[in-house]
């Protein structure tokens, strides 16, 4: 079943509310629940290099169904080596433990997987192996996106986002 589907209804759900801490995040969710939304997704934003936190514990829902996201940011860095979470990728077999999940127990925790890819490279091996569920853009990192690479990501059932500011 899917978790955005409950008795054949969808639900109107915001994907991408980010996590600043709890009062910030009180005063959103007050808000989304008063536009008659129903859901939403807690997002956090991990950088390339950084551990992934586990979900950010939320003591009130306001009548909302509160999913957790985790948005990972990753690129080539100067010794032009991917990073992401805190794993080189040199192999194959560093490059299945990405896609599986196994780089650290805290990615299972989460009921949504983003990844910003910051090269052309990166954002083709994300469309065809990162194992995510969002694909997302950011505007500091400036690539051409080839159609093969989005249909290979649409096959796998991924979407794009798009964020505005």
């Known amino acids: 079943m899917n978790p955005l589907e409950i008795k054949g209804k969808y639900l109107h759900c915001d994907l991408n509310v980010p996590y600043h801490g709890e009062s910030k995040l009180a005063d959103r969710l007050q808000m989304i629940k008063r536009m008659d939304w ?3 997704c807690i997002n956090t934003l991990v950088k390339s290099g950084q551990d992934i936190p586990p979900p950010p514990a939320i003591n009130k829902d306001f009548g909302l169904r509160i999913f957790n ?3 990972v940011s990753f690129f080539f860095n100067i010794f032009t080596q991917i990073i992401l979470v805190k ?3 040199e192999t194959q ?3 299945y433990n990405v896609r599986s999940g196994k780089v650290t127990n805290n990615l299972n925790k989460y009921d949504v997987i983003g990844v910003i890819a910051g090269t052309e490279r990166l954002f083709q ?3 065809k192996e990162i194992d995510c569920d969002i694909i997302g853009f950011d505007e500091k990192y400036k690539f051409e996106v080839r159609r093969g690479s989005v249909k290979a990501a649409i096959d796998r059932n991924v979407q794009f986002e798009f964020n505005y500011r």
Do not use: E, W
């Open 93 to 95: 077999h560093d490059k």
């Open 125 to 127: 091996d994300t469309c």
């Open 87 to 89: 794993i080189v990728i």
């Open 69 to 71: 996201r985790v948005t």
């Open 38 to 40: 129903d859901a939403v």
